[in-house]
């Protein structure tokens, strides 16, 4: 099975600023996927990050707030841009083999916006 | 009504003790998963199912495709399995797949 590393594990954050959080794959993965958690709800997928091309975003979340970016098949970036303290949850990245029959998690970043 | 309902939200237990948690949901999936989440926000994948049973040390999970159930045990539960644990289920809409997770039983075990 694969292994992510994500970073950072957790950072604080002016409101206004942005942050970048890194997912890398020990190996290839088909397809890595963002995830949401807002304090005492369950994970909400934000985007699928496509490899060389535009993420796919759920209903409720956009570019422009949630860049994302998979240059290769090993690694993606979700960028939190212009954060509020609404923003503070914790962000979680996963990949998973071509048929789904096995999911990877990175470690999650529990961010707090001030 | 959420697609993926868990039951209890909160399950307290001595250590030694049987424990289950159960996982319901309402739509066609291609695989279910039972995870793992540790107070800092890590997840691990304990189990994926597609049917049947499947064991792992003291973990033990279930699923019945018809009945749109699964369940997961911890034999001789332990403090070290306090944690959340998280039923999620694998959706798809055309070509999109995604995991639809429920909102987790937090497990407490008492020594």
């Known amino acids: 099975s694969a292994v992510i590393s994500q970073k950072p594990s957790r950072d604080i954050c002016q409101r206004g600023t942005s942050l970048t959080i890194q997912c890398q794959v020990d190996s290839q993965v088909t397809m890595m996927f963002w995830y949401r958690q807002q304090p005492g709800q369950s994970l909400t997928l934000i985007a699928t990050?496509?490899?060389?091309?535009?993420?796919?975003?759920e209903s409720g979340f956009v570019i422009d707030k949630f860049p994302i970016s998979r240059p290769n098949l090993t690694f993606s970036t979700l960028t939190v841009s212009n954060m509020s303290p609404e923003d503070s949850s914790i962000y979680l990245c996963?990949?998973?083999?071509?048929?789904?029959?096995?999911?990877?998690f990175g470690q999650g970043t529990r961010l707090t916006v001030v | 009504k959420n697609e993926v309902e868990q039951s209890p939200q909160n399950l307290t237990a001595q250590e030694g003790e049987f424990i289950t948690i159960n996982c319901s949901y309402s739509?066609?999936?291609?695989?279910l998963h039972w995870l793992q989440q540790h107070p800092g926000g890590g997840i691990v994948s304990l189990f994926m199912l597609s049917s049947g049973k499947k064991k792992h040390g003291r973990l033990i999970a279930t699923i019945n495709i018809q009945e749109k159930h699964s369940s997961l045990h911890i034999t001789a539960s332990h403090p070290r399995d306090s944690a959340v644990y998280i039923c999620a289920v694998w959706t798809s809409g055309g070509s999109n797949y995604k995991l639809t997770f429920g909102k987790g039983t937090l497990l407490t075990v008492n020594p």
């Open positions: 996963s990949g998973t083999n071509r048929g789904f029959t096995e999911a990877f």
């Open positions: 739509v066609g999936i291609s695989a």
């Open positions: 990050a496509n490899q060389g091309s535009e993420a796919t975003y």
